[in-house]
C-alpha cells in the first residue's frame, strides 16, 4: 500500500513543488496515511485544497482501503 501512496505523491509533487512546497510519506498504518508537508506550503491558503482535497482524494480514490489522511 506505501508503494501505491508513494506513486500518486510522485504524481503530484511536480506542482507542489513548482509552488515552492514538498511533501513526503511519513508512513502507512491501520489504514491511514501521514503526510509530512514544507515549505511555502506551510501556512498556505490553498492547503486544504491541495493536500485534503486534491493529493486526499486521489489517494483515497485509487486505495479505497485509506480511510484517513493525516497531514503534518
Given amino acids: 500500500m506505501e508503494n501505491k501512496v508513494q506513486k500518486i505523491i510522485e504524481k503530484m509533487l511536480p ?11 511519513v ?29 486526499g482524494g486521489m489517494i483515497k480514490e485509487e486505495i479505497p482501503e485509506i480511510k484517513n489522511i493525516i497531514i503534518e
Fill in 15 to 25: 506542482y507542489i513543488q513548482m509552488h515552492g512546497g514538498d511533501v513526503s510519506l
Fill in 27 to 55: 508512513e502507512v498504518k491501520d489504514e491511514i496515511v501521514k503526510l509530512k508537508v514544507s515549505g511555502a506550503c506551510v501556512g498556505c491558503r490553498m492547503h486544504d485544497e491541495t493536500f485534503n482535497r486534491m493529493l
